[in-house]
């Protein structure tokens, strides 16, 4: 008798691609993605992470990969599997809900938002939509090409977590596309007083964030 063994389940997804969603592309507020930053009153535990808030339109064509991806990290976590999908802290919020988007951000609105973050040993990288002549990959774009509120494309992996009672699933920073200007978001509101640290990047496994993308395969130009 085959005894069976459990596969590793990927649940790494890029959302705002050329590719899956032409015209939704998603919008970046609290963008840190070329210096990580501690919280707001840090706890001594605290470490500096990279990080950004992700927002989705609601028609946008990705949801149904998004809400699939999530439920892959809830069956995949062995000790929040047993735990209803829908009693567990779901890291995707509804911009229209006051109680989620408490500020009555204007953005926010017709909109799903969700933070994505990643310890500073695992730096993100962040492309254009033009391709070096010289080496035909996508062009890196620093800190002054980039601001909140301008739109693009991100890979993020969804993960589970169960830590000081709390169990729900999160989502890890890979990379990010820019795909075009947008009206800037700075200082429209501030994420620490948003949200709640609710679990640590060691519930993130180490294999997932070892796994090396090409961020060239993820991203589309604009040929």
């Keep these: 008798m085959t005894k069976e063994t459990s596969q590793p ?3 790494t997804i890029t959302i705002g691609s050329k590719r899956t969603a032409p015209n939704h592309p998603v919008r970046f507020s609290f963008l ?13 535990s605290d470490k500096p992470k990279f990080s ?7 028609k946008s064509p990705d949801l149904p990969a998004i809400h699939a991806s999530m439920k892959a990290a809830h069956q995949s976590h062995k000790a929040i599997r047993g735990v ?3 009693a567990l802290d779901l890291i995707l919020r509804d911009g229209d809900n006051p109680k989620e988007n408490k500020k009555k951000l204007e953005h926010l609105k017709g909109c799903y938002f969700f933070n994505a973050s ?5 730096p993100p990288e962040v492309v254009g939509t033009t391709r070096d002549e010289a ?4 062009v890196r774009l620093g800190s002054k090409d980039i601001k909140s509120g ?3 494309a991100v890979t993020v992996n969804f993960y589970g977590y169960d830590t000081n009672g709390n169990q729900g699933i999160a989502a890890g920073l890979r990379n990010l596309q820019k795909r075009k200007n947008g009206d800037s978001l700075a200082n429209v509101s501030n994420a620490d007083d948003d949200f709640e640290e609710e679990f640590d ?15 060239d395969d993820e991203f589309e130009d604009d040929a």
């Design 32 to 44: 840190h993605v070329f210096k990580a930053k501690l919280p707001n009153n840090p706890k001594p």
């Design 201 to 215: 990047d060691e519930d993130l496994d180490e294999d997932e964030e070892d796994e090396d993308e090409d961020i």
């Design 84 to 86: 209803d999908y829908d």
């Design 52 to 58: 950004v808030q992700v927002i989705i339109d609601k």
């Design 118 to 122: 990643c310890g500073e040993e695992y």
């Design 9 to 11: 389940v990927d649940t």
């Design 135 to 138: 080496t035909g990959k996508l």
């Design 150 to 152: 301008d739109y693009g």
